[in-house]
């Protein structure tokens, strides 16, 4: 039988077997090689595939070890603030766990599929007139005056569960990749990432990616109104950003910036050219890799944080692909599969 990551990774997590888990099954994602990207930048890439993960993101790496300890701990509700899919996933892994779930998201600025799977899962969404920022900033004063576990990446055992992605990519492998290209919002994951890398031993280059509107980390200081397509990713004052600068400083690699542009063009070549459909934010990472190549790295990993699925809209507007309207009659069948 398949375990989820925390049964799998027990002796690198802070858990004993002992104790109760709240798991459906995530982690344990492919890694895909990618033919022509790697034609495109003279190197071997592959794709992390963390859209696989239960709820379509690799939050749920992190939220069954956030869970799993609100629950030891006693906690009756969770709360986050959230771009989307952190939102989807503590709904998910709340549910599971027989928890309420309360979620801080700006107004009408989250993915709708995102959305749908947060309230399916009967989640409580709060939406905040203001920007990811404030809605964090206010989860973690909540936070601190009631009994609700706070499930952001500020919490310590969203780190330790999302760190298991990189022991999974230096198993497949057989090796360290040479460098890893991730997007960067609230700078959690990368961060998480070098802390996996370091633990077995590891040293890839981390190259991190943020969009140009929402680019605190490569500016050096907070946006005030981030602005960007990849909505997954529009934060202006990253929680864990000094923890992410020391990564890629002590790892060689460096956090850089996309345009809008570069992240569309990159969201379509893999589409269409690749076959994967993933979301605006993932496409930031490839964005990145053929915007700055391959910089001499032999084996690269771009970390595709979510699926395609979850955000329509963009989709909608952005898509190469065509609707031909069609009366029920041969004539015109033919000449709109043909033409
Ligand atoms: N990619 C996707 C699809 C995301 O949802 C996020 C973050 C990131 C990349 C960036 O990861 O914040 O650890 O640097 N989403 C959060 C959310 C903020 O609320 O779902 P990060």
Not at 212 to 230: D, F, K, Q, S, Y
Not at 283 to 307: F, P, Q, S
Request: glycine share 10%; net charge negative.
């Amino acid at each position: 039988m398949r375990e989820g990551l925390i049964a799998r990774f027990i002796d690198h997590l802070p858990f004993s077997k002992q104790d109760v888990v709240v798991s459906l099954l995530e982690g344990f994602t492919p890694l895909l090689h990618a033919p022509l990207l790697s034609e495109r930048v003279g190197a071997n890439v592959y794709l992390k595939l963390e859209g696989a993960n239960p709820t379509g993101s690799f939050k749920d790496r992190g939220m069954t070890c956030a869970v799993s300890a609100a629950v030891r701990d006693g906690a009756e509700a969770v709360i986050c603030a959230s771009t989307g899919n952190t939102a989807a996933s503590a709904a998910a892994y709340a549910a599971r766990a027989g928890l309420r779930c309360a979620v801080l998201v700006p107004d009408g600025k989250i993915a709708i599929g995102k959305l749908a799977q947060t309230l399916m899962h009967g989640g409580r969404v709060i939406a905040l007139k203001g920007n990811f920022d404030m809605a964090l900033q206010m989860v973690r004063e909540l936070a601190e005056r009631y009994p609700i576990a706070l499930v952001n990446s500020v919490n310590e055992f969203r780190l330790e569960g999302q760190k298991t992605a990189a022991f999974e990519v230096v198993e497949d492998l057989g090796g360290p990749p040479s460098a890893l290209c991730i997007p960067v919002g609230n700078a959690g994951n990368i961060t998480a990432y070098w802390r996996g890398f370091k633990e077995v031993g590891a040293s890839p280059r981390m190259l991190g990616f943020q969009a140009e509107g929402a680019a605190p980390l490569v500016l050096g200081h907070p946006v005030e109104n981030p602005e960007t397509v990849a909505s997954a990713i529009r934060i202006g004052k990253p929680a864990r950003g000094e923890e992410a600068i020391a990564a890629v400083e002590s790892s060689g690699g460096a956090i850089r910036a996309v345009s809008d542009e570069e992240i569309l063009a990159a969201y379509k070549m893999m589409a269409v050219k690749e076959g994967m459909f993933f979301e605006p934010a993932s496409a930031a990472a490839v964005a990145g890799l053929m915007k700055y190549g391959a910089e001499g790295a032999e084996t690269i990993v771009c970390v595709m944080t979510g699926r395609g699925i979850k955000d329509q809209q963009t989709a909608m507007e952005h898509h190469s692909g065509k609707i031909i309207q069609c009366e029920p009659e041969m004539n015109e069948l033919m000449r709109a599969v043909l033409r």
